[in-house]
């Protein structure tokens, strides 16, 4: 049974009435970011029930030191954490000396939460009955800035009902976190100071082993009936908590607020020295501002974002809802204003997956990044990889690669493999070619090859070279193979000649080969330069180009498909439905060993090739592997959902692929993995917008011009959205009857619709 406590709404997540059994997934659907830092949805006073405490600073992490049972050479010596960071949110909220919990109210009463995801701000409201029978009412209001992104405000409010009372303020600092999966209950923060000014408050701190400074501050106003007043603070400090309190005689119907200003400045912006002094330019700035103000500047930031990434579906409020969700998180994610990020798994939301970089970055989130930003933006994304190229090389070498081959990790901080499960780190490398299709689907998407010559080619020799040494040759069937792998279906391990690992294998060594010749040809100096740098010779090009024309596929003539690897047929083929529905989700249900005999597939694996290389093969084959491999396919990774549904709806299967879309869309809204408390699913959040896109509005780049074939599902009235290609912003609108397209500038475009050239005038 999936959750269904989010009350739909088109703009907002919104829920009503307080249950402690849905506190945990309320923090991280409630979640907020700017791309910079981001929170988990905590309570801002004490709560002493189930809680997973998150703030989360992009880009500052912790190596926390691999835990394996049996050390095998190659291991990564750490996994690399996203640190939960100094918390600056808490509020303990007295009424007459009794705080505030609503773990231990006598009632708690018309308690709502909404995410606005329109303005960008979080807010709560409810009526309490405490032990000392006082009511009351609060309400909330918080963000993260987008425009000053080292700050976030709260306004929090409280108004006793039936009697005057004492209403007590403590914001603090809290230093004294901890991670909830830490390998080895490491401390991993070492606090270097404490220290107060002007009723302002400091941390500094610096991570362990990896020595990130920051220094986490807070500021308030405090207001009565909307009147600040000035109230002299009394001062309380711990060796690693710093309070400040102000209490005030309330009377009944009276409110009672305070607006906290806090945020976290870096060494990775500022002088590790400095940053006392930054945080208080900062506070200042924001505190001067004050809350109303930035509140107006963040709704205006949210506005610029939506006018191009926006969505709209009419007639269906849950789909609506779902994917203005996932929107909204990827851009609280990342909005690339820092080169040094990118896109964790779970964004700020949580800290499982190391909140490091996957392969799902190229796979899924740069065709969105491309299409609703500046080309800028993606192009920093393919250069965060450019920049991790050295230790690509030094993760193939630890695997006993020579040459300058490079092999991307499977997680990564900084360029350096992190995760520590064999039959990932050391198998599922198939990431590599994600990482060269990305070069290729940007160039395809932007026309702006200058990347390759410059950056890209280089990226490209280092991830042919390790396939051309990964592959094997076999005399017995005199082709190459690729042997000991995981690939996308990770409920299959060290299997041999797994269809998509072999073909974007050979895919990545032919693309290196064609563009060493553009480039050769095209781009003289930048050639000699590459050549002088990675030195490579005709023999060893000729070399790959013998792997590339002689890899084995694993194929059933039987079936008339590829398989997903060579021994997929040896399984006993059950499908999903003849599967009880109680064993759901296997992976928590089943043992490891019986996962890996099943036939049971956990995402898109042969039928990712056929989404990233659809133009390779006819709609036929696509079918025929579509209606082999989808009934075994058990969708329990995020990222499943949205590929099936863009080759539903190619297929011309328009009940399914609306099905396959409301999963991608409402997957943690409605928790169809039962895990929505440990974080959210970002990265495949883009794939639900690859899912209309992509899916049901047809967009591919064919021919060098933009081209759609659009469709809609029946329960929809209409449907739009913009995409940004090569600088002129296309606007596609699709009802049932017909499809309009709008092009704003100054100068006409040619479009593909259905298979035929369309002009579209400018501003028509």
Request: net charge negative; with cysteine; proline share 3%.
């Amino acid at each position: 049974m999936n959750q269904d406590y989010i009350i739909p709404n088109e703009w907002s997540i919104l829920e009503e009435g307080f249950d402690a059994k849905m506190v945990k997934s309320s923090e991280s659907l409630f979640s907020i970011g700017n791309g910079v830092m981001g929170q988990r949805a905590n309570f801002e006073e004490r709560y002493t029930g189930e809680t997973f405490q998150g703030s989360y600073i992009g880009g500052v992490y912790y190596p926390d030191k691999t835990r394996v049972g049996w050390w095998k050479n190659g291991y990564p010596e750490y996994f690399a954490k996203v640190l939960n960071a100094p918390n600056w949110i808490g509020i303990h909220v007295l009424i007459n000396n009794e705080e505030l919990d609503l773990h231990t109210c006598k009632e708690v009463l018309n308690f709502k939460r909404e995410l606005n995801m329109q303005e960008g701000w979080l807010s709560r409201s409810f009526e309490a009955v405490l032990q000392n029978g006082i009511k009351i009412k609060v309400t909330t209001k918080r963000f993260l800035s987008l425009e000053i992104d080292e700050v976030g405000a709260i306004n929090y409010s409280v108004t006793p009902l039936n009697s005057d009372a004492k209403i007590t303020f403590i914001p603090y600092l809290d230093a004294g976190i901890k991670n909830e999966d830490t390998n080895w209950d490491d401390q991993f923060w070492d606090i270097l100071n404490i220290s107060q000014k002007d009723a302002q408050s400091f941390i500094e701190a610096r991570t362990m082993k990896t020595h990130f400074y920051t220094c986490t501050f807070m500021g308030s106003k405090l207001f009565l009936d909307k009147k600040e007043v000035t109230e002299a603070s009394n001062n309380h400090q711990t060796s690693s908590l710093i309070s400040c309190e102000y209490s005030q005689e309330v009377k009944k119907d009276q409110t009672y607020s305070i607006h906290k200003f806090g945020g976290y400045v870096t060494d990775r912006n500022h002088n590790k020295n400095e940053l006392v002094t930054v945080a208080k330019q900062v506070l200042d700035n924001a505190l001067s501002l004050g809350f109303n103000a930035l509140l107006a500047m963040q709704k205006e930031s949210w506005a610029k974002i939506w006018s191009m990434s926006d969505i709209t579906i009419e007639g269906d409020v849950k789909a609506q809802q779902g994917i203005r969700f996932n929107i909204f998180q990827l851009n609280q994610t990342y909005l690339g204003t820092d080169a040094s990020l990118n896109i964790g798994p779970k964004g700020f939301t949580g800290e499982k997956y190391g909140g490091s970089t996957y392969w799902d970055t190229e796979a899924y989130c740069i065709p969105f990044y491309m299409a609703t930003k500046d080309q800028s933006v993606t192009r920093t994304l393919l250069e965060y990889r450019y920049n991790h190229l050295e230790k690509a090389i030094e993760n193939a070498e630890k695997l006993g690669f020579k040459n300058g081959a490079a092999l991307y990790p499977m997680v990564t901080m900084n360029g350096e493999e992190c995760h520590n499960e064999w039959e990932i780190t050391f198998e599922e490398i198939h990431r590599n070619g994600a990482i060269a299709f990305a070069i290729y689907n940007y160039y395809r998407f932007t026309d702006d090859y200058s990347y390759i010559p410059e950056k890209g080619l280089e990226v490209l020799i280092g991830i042919a070279r390790f396939w051309h040494q990964r592959a094997t040759f076999s005399s017995n069937k005199n082709k190459f193979m690729i042997l000991g792998v995981t690939g996308p279906n990770e409920y299959e391990n060290n299997i041999n000649n797994n269809f998509y690992t072999n073909y974007i294998a050979t895919w990545c060594i032919n693309y290196a080969l064609e563009n060493i010749k553009i480039v050769k040809k095209d781009y003289a100096t930048d050639y000699i330069r590459i050549k002088e740098k990675v030195n490579f010779s005709d023999e060893e090009l000729s070399q790959w180009k013998k792997v590339a024309d002689n890899m084995y596929y694993p194929y059933s003539k039987k079936h008339n498909i590829y398989l997903q690897q060579d021994g997929f047929l040896d399984k006993e083929l059950i499908t999903v439905k003849d599967l009880d529905k109680s064993q759901r989700p296997i992976n928590q249900k089943w043992s490891w060993d019986r996962i890996l005999r099943s036939p049971f597939i956990k995402q898109a694996d042969t039928l990712q090739t056929f989404y990233m290389f659809e133009d390779h093969f006819s709609e036929k084959e696509l079918e025929r592997h579509f209606d082999f491999y989808e009934p075994f396919t058990v969708h329990e990774s995020s990222l499943s959902p949205c590929v099936h549904s863009i080759q539903a709806a190619k297929l011309g299967r328009m009940e399914q692929a609306y099905q396959f879309y409301l999963r991608t869309s409402r997957l943690d809204l409605d928790d169809y993995n039962h895990e929505v408390e440990e974080g959210l699913h970002i990265t495949s959040m883009a794939g639900t917008w690859m899912s209309i896109v992509e899916g049901f509005g047809g967009m591919r780049v064919e021919y060098n011009l933009l081209s759609f074939s659009p469709k809609i599902p029946k329960e929809w009235v209409s449907y739009s959205f913009k995409v940004n290609f090569r600088n002129q912003i296309i606007t596609v609108n699709v009802s049932q009857n017909e499809t309009y397209f709008e092009v704003d500038g100054k100068e006409e475009i040619n479009i593909l619709v259905n298979g035929e050239k369309v002009t579209i005038p400018p501003n028509n």
